[in-house]
């Protein structure tokens, strides 16, 4: 057969099959002429170019595409050619099948089509466990133990947080979010006992060892006396009776730690009225000691006489309208004592002090026997009339004239005890 002749029928056949009368085999009969005469070489392969250009979709062309691949493949299922066995291309489906192939059709078409279930659980399975792991990231199991341990013996979280030690250094209120976490969250309860199961047993009787006392252990370990000297065996014969009221894993060696604990702060039953007494004792020998350096200015009232009698201890004395300060050691401080703020001379004594520093003035005793007088206070200090700014001193003479916010005071010199303290002065000089 020549080319030529090839062509033709090529050509009628392509026309032919491009017409509406051919039927689908004889088209296929064409298509499958064609393929042969291209593989033998008679017709010329068409070149073409293997790049796929794809340009963007817009929204409503992404919708009418999802929609078109929902229909294909309801109406064509996968693994099959889309014509079933037992039925040529030509007959009408039967009704049940249209009802298959028009069911998909009616779903209803979303702008943005949802993530599949399967994707959905996927994603919620891996974000809870890093919450959880978040969660449990200070609390620790042998933590978990402790807490509940220490809860069901005190029943009181404050106790808890002070008596507990865990691993981390965790505040009241998360102590108390834990514990409620432990009660009422499913998931951290579950996750926080599998991981206490999983304790060494070694590790859960050191942490059993670790439990607070409760209030009726305590309350049977305080009638044991404070002035007796009981033994292991004592504490065991105590252990042995009320096995019901101690913690499973209390020993007679711990209870004997926990007692010689409780009389060394005075928590015994026979130790309250010496507590009492003891902590009263205490009290008044602290406000003596806080008291100690007021006994450097002695304090005396105003009895009418012109000039003090001087004794071999006093240096000076400050004199005002209402008291006489004696000045006893070689320095002293001046302004208005407070509960936080205790100085030697206290001025409020005089009169109304609320303008005067806390610290107003310091006078020290110089070697050479003179006196000067610091300002330390807010306020100007007036010796004479002449006013000490804050940060500078001045000398004092006797009978110095001492003015500090409206408080007028007299400064008196022991000259007797400056003449010998100066003559000691110059023999140390001298040698």
């Known amino acids: 057969m020549e080319r030529a002749d090839i062509h033709a029928m090529l050509d009628s056949g392509l026309m032919a099959s491009g017409t509406d009368g051919r039927s689908e085999d004889e088209e296929y009969l064409a298509g499958q002429q064609r393929s042969m005469l291209m593989s033998s070489g008679v017709i010329p392969k068409r070149r073409s ?59 209803p078409v979303t702008p943005s089509p949802d993530p599949s279930p399967s994707l959905t659980k996927r994603i919620k399975k891996s974000k809870q466990p890093l919450q959880v792991t978040k969660d449990l990231g200070r609390w620790k199991p042998t933590d978990d133990l402790l807490l509940i341990n220490a809860v069901l013996q005190t029943n009181d979280l404050a106790v808890v947080h002070l008596g507990v030690k865990f691993s981390c250094r965790f505040t009241q209120r998360e102590i108390q979010e834990r514990w409620y976490a432990l009660l009422y969250d499913p998931v951290i309860s579950k996750l926080a006992c599998q991981a206490m199961r999983q304790l060494h047993p070694e590790a859960i009787a050191a942490i059993q060892s670790r439990v607070l006392f409760s209030k009726a252990e305590e309350k049977l370990l305080s009638v044991i006396g404070s002035t007796s000297q009981p033994t292991l065996d004592t504490f065991q014969e105590l252990l042995t ?67 003090p009698d001087f004794d071999n201890q006093t240096l000076a004395v ?30 409020s004594l005089e009169g109304p002090a609320w303008k005067i520093s806390r610290k107003q003035g310091v006078i020290k005793l110089k070697n050479n026997g003179d006196f000067f007088i610091a300002n330390e206070g807010r306020r100007p200090i007036y010796i004479d009339g002449r006013p000490v700014l804050p940060g500078s001193k001045w000398k004092l003479n006797n009978n110095s004239v001492v003015e500090i916010a409206g408080l007028r005071f007299v400064f008196l010199i022991n000259q007797d005890l400056i003449a010998l303290i100066k003559a000691e002065a110059a023999k140390i000089n001298q040698q």
């Open 49 to 107: 170019s293997s790049r796929f250009i794809k340009r963007k979709k817009f929204d409503d062309e992404l919708v009418e595409s999802s929609l078109a691949k929902s229909t294909s493949r309801a109406k064509v299922p996968s693994g099959s050619s889309g014509i079933e066995p037992g039925r040529c291309s030509g007959s009408e489906p039967s009704s049940s099948e249209k009802k298959k192939v028009l069911k998909p059709v009616t779903t």
């Open 241 to 307: 009776k009320h096995a019901n009221v101690f913690y499973p894993s209390r020993t007679a060696k711990s209870l004997q730690v926990h007692w010689q604990l409780l009389k060394q702060y005075y928590l015994l039953e026979d130790q309250t009225e010496l507590t009492v007494a003891d902590r009263r004792q205490k009290r008044e020998i602290r406000q003596l000691e806080q008291e100690l350096h007021k006994w450097q200015v002695l304090v005396d009232s105003i009895t009418g006489m012109s000039s």
């Open 318 to 347: 400050l004199r005002g309208r209402m008291v006489r300060y004696l000045m006893r050691s070689r320095e002293i401080t001046l302004g208005r004592a407070t509960k936080d703020n205790q100085i030697d001379v206290d001025l």
